[in-house]
Each structure stands twice: as C-alpha cells, then as structure tokens.
C-alpha cells in the first residue's frame, strides 16, 4: 500500500439491478443454510472472523487508512472496535431464546426469536469497516445474511471483510457486497426479497430510505447525523474537559456523525477553557495518515474540504471569530500537495442562531459558546433538531446525571466523549434516527418474535 493523494486509487464498476438481484439471490440461498444452523454454529464461525481481522490488524488498519484518509492510529481503533463487535455478537449467537409461558388448565405458549432474512447494510464512509461489523454482527448472529453496500468514497476495505466472512467459513454469498451510489442503493431498498434495511448517513438519504422501505413494509434502522451539544460546567476539571473536547470534535478529521461540536462553556472558565483549547488544537500534528505520530489525516475528497471551508467563511461573515486553524493545510512531503488537508479550527464568539452552529459541518470545527445556568444550557442543548449524542463534564455526579436525563439525545458521555464500546447500545433521538446499533438492543432490530400458542384440552367454542 502506498498513499496517493488526490489521485484515483482504483476504480470499481457499479452495481445494477441485475448484480443487485444476483447478490441478494445469492444471500437467500446463504440465508437457508445459516438460519438453519444453532446458535453455537455460528457463534464458532464468528469467532474465527474475529480471529482474522486480529490477526491481519495491521494489513487492515493501513487498508482503511488509505481508503479513508485517517491517522493508522486511529485505524488501528476501528479494526479493535470491528473484531470486538464479532466476538460480541458471537457470545451473543448461541444464548438467543424465547421464553415459555404457562396458561390455564395446562396449556401453554412459546415464543421463538427467529431471523427477518436478507438484510441490507449502507454504510458511510467515514467508518467504512467498523460500521460493516457493526451492522453485519447482530444480523449474521441471528441467523440473517446480509448485503453490503458501502460508501463510493471508501469501497476498498468492505471487501476484504467480505473475503474474511467467506475464509471463517459463514455459507458463500452469505455476507454480499455489491459497489454504487444512489442507483444502487435504491435497487436495495426496492428489492422484494430485502426484508430490513439499516443505513449509516445522511438525514435527507435516510429520509428517502425509510419512505423506499414504507412502500414494502419493510423495517429501517437510520443512524443519521448529529450536531450535539458538549456542555462544561465550571467545576470539571479542566484538562479533561479540555481532552473531551478535542476527542469530541477532531476524531477522524471531525467527520464523525456524533461529535460534540456545540461546546457550551460555563462563562466562569470561558476564558481559561478557550485558551487551553486553542492551544492543544494547536499542536495537533497533520500529515501523512500512515505515520505513527500523525493525529489528523486528509478529510474524504475535494467537494467535502470545500464543504467545509464554506462553514467557515459563513461563520465568520455571521460574527463567528476564528480563533485557530480553518485554513488548508499543504504537507512539507512533496508527495501529499494534492492531499484534502486543512488546520483543525476553532471558532469563538458564536451565537446560537448562527448557521455553524445549528448545521452539522461533519468536518473539524469547533464552536464555543458561553453559558450562565444549567437550565439555561440543557435548553439551549436541546434546541437542535438532532439528537444523536451529547456530552458533560462536571464533577458534580448528581447534576451530571441530572443532565444527561434532560438531554434529548440517545448516546450521552459523562467525563468523556466519543467512546463507542459494543455492548452499549448507538442510536439517535429526533432527526438523528432510530434504531440501536450495538449491544443487546440491535439483537431486537434484526429478529423478530413469533408466538406459538398450544391448547392441552378441548377447544373452548363459542359457536
């Protein structure tokens, strides 16, 4: 592998609606096998995926970097996160049941936790390989086969999970990915032998995936975007909170759906805070993403960089101040120039009607604002139409749990931020979607129930 900024790194075909029909054909007759198998079967077939992608961790990680741009530090994470998610769903495989129930006069009733079918997976492309994991555990650990689409942007490193499947031993065509855009996304969601949809995105693409999914019943998990709110009360310790919100808002170059990019400062510590901040924004190393001591990579393409350059030019037209970064960033290695580089930027004196601060930018930026009272802030909080996340820092444990009680947002931090650990469950309140990803809660979103009720007497007529 080697790094080819700005530059065209291979070139995939599209997927059709005849390769649509041939991948989802093919999960079905994967689907007979596996659903058939117990839940130990699988859970040992799970378990040897997990084995490989820690076992190749490196050749991963530097696939993923390439493909996506990230530090390999970073990389390193997701592929952690991705063979941790299988061996969770693994655990999880074999302990699946319904429960018994006793009726009157010795009857009884049952029910069984069976699989939808063939499930369709859209991923996004700033998490190309752990959302795959994340979506393809729960559903191949009930006994479901899954279609893949990936993004366009990040089509490489899917593919290699793809091959795993088939190396751990899951029947052939039973994790399928097929390459495209919108095009083939809609012969997906429209696809009559597709029982569930789960999609990582954009809110006006998950808008226009549930209403593909209404016209054939079918069940949708959304995980959309997000513009949550990080709040830092006076009496948090500051280093932390000064950690929390870099972690909140320059992971893989702030392209990440949760971030806590409205980051509400109790004005006591304003000053203090906005100080440390800019300073340890400062120092943050960019470059090449294959270097150890790299911290921020190249954002995902040109289009995007623009994006985001135009956020800051509208933030600082609306009285946003800069206070760092913002600008592009070009490598001293003559080899990165065309890369999709800028500083992480840092933008103070916001307000909350202005337009950084109620869009989600999905790029790293950063808005502080000023805040007086608790309940002034939890308002201002949750006054988004997103609700995806949302942070505090406080060493007050019961206004910290105060809080995050009156946020509306379905993933809170107390004391950290973006940690995603598998067994808790992902998901958004509002716009930001429905549905959970991760832990025990995902099993209910790609099974269903069925109840079997048995008469031990005569039938009790009424005719």
């Known amino acids: 592998f080697k790094m080819c900024p700005g530059r065209v790194l291979c070139k995939l075909p599209c997927s059709g ?26 859970c040992r077939v799970m378990l040897e995926a997990a084995r490989i992608i820690r076992e190749q961790r ?49 009857s009884f009733g ?25 979506k393809s555990g729960p559903a191949l650990a009930c006994g479901n086969a899954m279609v893949f689409k990936p993004s366009p942007f990040t089509p490489i490193s899917v593919v290699r999970l793809a091959e795993i499947f088939t190396e751990a031993g899951v029947p052939k ?46 069940p949708v998990t959304l995980e959309l975007g997000g513009k949550s709110p990080l709040i830092i009360f006076s009496d948090s310790d500051l280093d932390n909170a000064v950690k929390g919100a870099l972690m909140a808002n320059f992971l893989t170059q702030g392209e990440v759906c949760c971030n806590g990019t409205r980051v509400f400062v109790e004005r006591k510590i304003l000053d203090a805070f906005t100080k440390e901040v800019v300073k340890c924004t400062q120092k943050i190393k960019i470059g090449d993403p294959l270097l150890e001591d790299t911290r921020m990579g190249a954002l995902i393409n040109r289009p995007h960089l623009n994006r985001v350059q135009g956020f800051i030019k509208q933030a600082k ?86 809080v995050v009680a009156a946020l509306k947002a379905g993933m809170c931090f107390i004391n950290n931020y973006n940690v995603s650990p ?42």
Not at 176 to 199: E, M, R, W, Y
Not at 334 to 354: A, I, T
């Open 17 to 42: 609606e005849k390769e649509v029909d041939l991948a989802v054909q093919s999960a079905k007759a994967a689907f007979k096998i596996w659903s058939q198998m117990s839940g130990m079967e699988r």
């Open 173 to 218: 065509g039973l994790f399928n990915v097929v390459q495209g855009g919108v095009a083939t996304g809609q012969f997906l969601c429209q696809h009559p032998d597709v029982a569930k949809i789960s999609f990582t995105g954009s809110v006006p693409t998950g808008m226009k995936i549930m209403e593909m999914a209404a016209k054939g019943i079918k």
């Open 58 to 106: 490196e050749e991963i990680a530097t696939m993923e970097t390439i493909n996506n741009g990230k530090s390999i530090f970073e990389a390193r994470v997701d592929v952690d996160i991705s063979w941790q998610c299988l061996e969770y769903y693994a655990g999880l495989a074999g302990s699946l049941a319904g429960e018994h129930v006793q009726l009157p006069g010795g």
């Open 317 to 402: 037209e609306q009285g946003a101040e800069v206070l760092c970064g913002g600008d592009l960033y070009v490598p001293d290695d003559p080899k990165l120039r065309n890369g999709y580089y800028m500083r992480p930027c840092v933008l103070g004196n916001c307000k909350d009607d202005m337009t950084c601060v109620k869009e989600e930018i999905f790029g790293p930026v950063m808005a502080i604002l000023p805040f007086d009272t608790e309940e002034e802030v939890v308002e201002r909080a949750n006054a988004t139409k997103f609700g995806l996340a949302g942070g505090v820092f406080t060493r007050d444990i019961q206004k910290a749990h105060r």
């Open 422 to 463: 598998v067994e808790l469950p992902f998901g958004g309140y509002k716009s930001s979607g429905f549905g959970r990803e991760n832990g025990r809660a995902a099993i209910e979103y790609y099974s269903q129930l069925k109840t079997v009720c048995v008469e031990m007497g005569d039938v009790e007529s009424v005719f």
């Open 110 to 134: 049952y029910t069984r936790r069976e699989p939808l079918g063939v499930c369709v997976g859209i991923g996004a492309w700033n998490y190309p390989f752990q959302i795959a994991c994340w």
